[in-house]
């Protein structure tokens, strides 16, 4: 079975709706127009690389953007997201 983007927006619209101050919040680089990869063939111009911000759910596998959370639940969150020292001394500590 074959998702579409209707059916992959619903889902992240679902998983959305059972996050809060719980959630787990990582970050990664990528594209700031397109924060979930959906547009292999982004034009140039939005190809613009930034630190994006993604939380989910306790239990839940689907990473949704901050972009999507409302703004008092992406408030709580920014102040659990990991600092981009702490990414790199994870990364060093398990080499």
């Given at each position: 079975?074959?998702?579409?983007?209707?059916?992959?927006?619903?889902?992240?619209?679902?998983?959305?709706?059972?996050?809060?101050?719980?959630?787990?919040?990582?970050?990664?680089?990528?594209?700031?127009?397109?924060?979930?990869?959906?547009?292999?063939?982004?034009?140039?111009?939005?190809?613009?690389?930034?630190?994006?911000?993604?939380?989910?759910?306790?239990?839940?596998?689907?990473w949704v953007?901050?972009?999507?959370?409302?703004?008092?639940?992406?408030?709580?969150?920014?102040?659990?997201?990991?600092?981009?020292?702490?990414?790199?001394?994870?990364?060093?500590?398990?080499?």
């Amino acid at each position: 079975m074959t998702c579409t983007d209707d059916d992959i927006s619903h889902i992240r619209k679902q998983a959305a709706l059972k996050i809060d101050h719980t959630a787990e919040v990582t970050w990664w680089y990528g594209y700031s127009a397109d924060p979930y990869d959906d547009y292999p063939n982004l034009p140039e111009e939005y190809r613009c690389v930034g630190r994006l911000y993604f939380a989910r759910a306790p239990g839940d596998e689907t990473w949704v953007s901050f972009y999507d959370l409302p703004q008092e639940v992406r408030n709580v969150l920014y102040a659990k997201a990991p600092s981009i020292v702490e990414f790199w001394a994870d990364v060093f500590s398990n080499a």
